[in-house]
């Protein structure tokens, strides 16, 4: 069974800097996708990025950008510039391309604090 | 709709009472899925359709939860004689296309309280 595995349950950055949230995963999959999800206050599930197993190129999204490291199971999340309203817990997800391919799994999260 | 929508938002019941949580997906999507969220942790996968046929039902935990999508669009997850331990936020996502790449878009969820 694949799991997702979250070791930093928080995690602090002030305003302005970077801070990178780490993910690891375990699968015996070849092909497959990794997601990151925002969680604010509001407790809304939103979907940061995304990346494809077979893609090499990390993919980005403005101040978000992962460090997808295959070989190693490793998918962090970097956030650039950060912003009051990056504060939320952030969940890493693992979904399977065949079997029970729509499944999600996620990790347990980590909570981010962001200070002025 | 919009978004995906979920309600009641809250539900108190007692223990050993029915329960029955409903999502309205967004429309057109082909896929719904059903996933709980016990406090500090995150999703877990409970069952998806793909239009009316239930796909997988894995993460159900016991045979006291059930979920239907009859006509391919709302989906009811019900929870019979509920337990203390049922008590969490039900969420429901929905996906345009079923497996892949598709971005599965969560509603705002149901946070269930069993007393």
């Known amino acids: 069974a694949q799991t997702v595995t979250q070791s930093q349950p928080e995690m602090s950055v002030q305003e302005a800097e970077t801070v990178t949230l780490s993910c690891t995963y375990d699968?015996?999959?070849?092909?497959?996708?990794l997601f990151w999800y925002k969680q604010p206050p509001s407790r809304q599930m939103i979907l940061v990025i995304r990346?494809?197993?077979?893609?090499?190129q990390n993919a980005t999204e403005n101040r978000f950008s992962v460090n997808f490291q295959k070989a190693a199971k490793s998918f962090s999340l970097k956030i650039s510039d950060s912003q009051l309203g990056d504060a939320a817990m952030y969940f890493c997800?693992?979904?399977?391309?065949?079997?029970?391919?729509?499944?999600?799994?996620f990790g347990t999260g980590t909570r981010l604090q962001v200070t002025l | 709709g919009a978004g995906v929508s979920q309600s009641p938002r809250y539900k108190v019941t007692k223990r050993g009472q029915d329960v029955a949580l409903r999502c309205d997906p967004i429309?057109?999507?082909?896929?719904l899925y059903w996933y709980r969220q016990a406090l500090g942790q995150g999703p877990e996968f409970l069952t998806y359709?793909?239009?009316?046929?239930?796909?997988?039902k894995s993460g159900l935990p016991n045979d006291r939860f059930s979920a239907e999508r009859p006509e391919g669009s709302i989906s009811t997850l019900t929870i019979q004689r509920t337990e203390q331990r049922d008590s969490a936020m039900y969420r429901c996502?929905?996906?345009?296309?079923?497996?892949?790449?598709?971005?599965?878009?969560f509603g705002p969820g149901t946070r269930l309280l069993v007393l």
């Open positions: 996502a929905s996906s345009l296309l079923a497996g892949g790449p598709e971005t599965q878009y």
């Open positions: 699968t015996s999959e070849s092909d497959y996708y």
């Open positions: 990346q494809e197993a077979y893609k090499q």
């Open positions: 997800a693992y979904r399977a391309l065949t079997g029970t391919a729509s499944k999600l799994t």
């Open positions: 429309s057109g999507h082909v896929s």
């Open positions: 359709f793909n239009y009316e046929a239930q796909q997988d």
